[in-house]
T-cell receptor, first 116, second 113 residues
C-alpha cells in the first residue's frame, strides 16, 4: 500500500512568513511523529500524536511551532514567523500505535524548508 | 536525558571489506533499538530492530546488529559491503514508555567500487 506522504516536497519562504507542512500517514496507523533533520542538529523529535491528541510535544523548539491532527489521519505542522534557523528537512513518520512502542516507524520523504 | 552516540561520522571502505558501526546509548530503563538507513535521494528506512529476545538481530541486505546490555551498545555489522551500501546510517532508541525516537548523529558510509 501507499507509504507516508508529505507535501510540499520543497518550500522556500521569506523570513517572517508562516508555513504549513502536511503529512498523510499510512492508512490505519494511529501514531504519527514529526522530526526535523538539519545539518547542525541531526535528527530531532518534535511532536507525537496518538489519534488526534498529542501526549508528547516536548521537542517543539518554540511557541512558533504548532501541530494538529484531524480525523486521526492527516497532520499539519505550522511554523509561524519563520526564521532562518528553521531551515531544515521536516520528516513525518507513522506507526501502528502498539504496546510499549515496539514497532517500526515508517518515514515519509520529508519537506525541505528554506527560509530566506 | 536519553542520548545516542555514533562513534564514526564518516567511513570509507572498499567493496568486500567488513563493516562495523558503533552505537552507544544512555538510558537506565528498558529500550527498543533501531538502525535506519538513508540511501542517496531516498527516505529513511528500517534496517533492523531489537525489542527483546536473542540479542543478535538480522536485518535486510545482510546487516546484523548485536545488543550488549552491559555496554549499552547496539553495533551494526556486515561481513562484506557492496557499493550499493553507500548511505547514511542512523542508530535510534526509544524508551518503552515513549514512542519518540532519539537518533545518533549518523554515519556516512562510502563504499568504493
Amino acid at each position: 500500500g501507499a507509504g507516508v506522504s508529505q507535501s510540499p516536497s520543497n518550500k522556500v519562504t521569506e523570513k517572517g512568513k508562516d508555513v504549513e507542512l502536511r503529512c498523510d500517514p499510512i492508512s490505519g496507523h494511529t501514531a504519527l511523529y514529526w522530526y526535523r533533520q538539519s545539518l547542525g542538529q541531526g535528527l530531532e523529535f518534535l511532536i507525537y500524536f496518538q489519534g488526534n491528541s498529542a501526549p508528547d510535544k516536548s521537542g517543539l523548539p518554540s511557541d512558533r511551532f504548532s501541530a494538529e491532527r484531524t480525523g486521526g489521519s492527516v497532520s499539519t505542522l505550522t511554523i509561524q514567523r519563520t526564521q532562518q534557523e528553521d531551515s531544515a528537512v521536516y520528516l513525518c513518520a507513522s506507526s501502528l500505535g502498539g504496546q510499549e512502542y515496539q514497532e517500526t516507524q515508517y518515514f515519509g520523504p520529508g519537506t525541505r524548508l528554506l527560509v530566506l | 536525558a536519553q542520548s545516542v552516540s555514533q562513534h564514526n561520522h564518516h567511513v570509507i571502505l572498499s567493496e568486500a571489506a567488513s563493516l562495523e558501526l558503533g552505537c552507544n546509548y544512555s538510558y537506565g530503563g528498558t529500550v527498543n533499538l533501531f538502525w535506519y538507513v538513508q540511501y542517496p535521494g531516498q527516505h529513511l528506512q528500517l534496517l533492523l530492530k531489537y525489542f527483546s529476545g536473542d540479542p543478535l538481530v538480522k536485518g535486510i541486505k545482510g546487516f546484523e546488529a548485536e545488543f550488549i546490555k552491559s555496554k549499552f551498545s547496539f553495533n551494526l555489522r556486515k561481513p562484506s559491503v557492496q557499493w550499493s551500501d553507500t548511505a547514511e546510517y542512523f542508530c535510534a532508541v526509544n524508551a518503552r514508555n515513549t514512542g519518540k525516537l532519539i537518533f545518533g548523529q549518523g554515519t556516512t558510509l562510502q563504499v568504493k567500487p
